[in-house]
């Protein structure tokens, strides 16, 4: 753990029991989430999109989406923090898996491999991206982390979709 990082423990430890309707759960969570400080993680230490099994995306990134953010981030900065899963790796590093935030994360590694001083007020002095960073099991179970993903994503989920993404999308509520 760095200095720049403050691990947000769950608000349902010690006996507290989770909300039956894992909606519930996402909401509670982010209000509590938000009432905590946000962390400067460096890019390195956030584990690749490609490598995780933990969204509920099939795509997990929009290179639409990124390409807009990335504009926007390069004209005012990083707006809306990310959310991170912090991990221990393979050999027992630590880590932080992306929960939230896959296009942002997307878009600050494109912003940085294109010029690594386009951030000069950064915190930590290397690319890193501002995001809650949530201890690890954070969430109970897969389906308590879904929920969180689109909650978090309800917004964009009102946006044009394709037939098949609508379809992936209501498949995976009712599972």
């Not at 938000?34 to 890019?43: K, Q, Y």
């Not at 990310?82 to 896959?102: S, W, Y």
């Not at 915190?123 to 909650?151: C, H, I």
Request: proline share 6%.
């Amino acid at each position: 753990m760095t200095k720049w990082i403050t691990v947000i423990p769950s608000p349902y430890k010690n006996g507290k029991n989770y909300p039956k309707d894992p909606k519930e759960f996402a909401q509670d969570c982010l209000k509590w989430i938000r009432g905590h400080a946000e962390s400067f993680v460096p890019l390195d230490d956030i584990i690749s999109i490609d490598e995780t099994t933990c969204q509920i995306r099939e795509n997990k990134s929009s290179d639409k989406h990124v390409s807009d953010l990335k504009k926007a981030i390069a004209a005012v900065g990083q707006e809306d923090a990310g959310f991170l899963e912090q991990v221990k790796d393979a050999a027992g590093n630590t880590a932080h898996m992306p929960i939230e935030g896959n296009n942002r994360n997307e878009a600050l590694d494109e912003l940085y491999e294109e010029d690594p001083d386009w951030n000069p007020g950064n915190v930590t002095g290397k690319p890193e991206m501002r995001a809650y960073v949530l201890e690890e099991n954070f969430f109970p179970s897969d389906e308590y982390r879904e929920a969180f993903q689109l909650w978090c994503n309800r917004k964009m989920l009102r946006l044009d979709m394709t037939p098949d993404r609508v379809l992936t999308v209501v498949g995976t509520w009712i599972e």
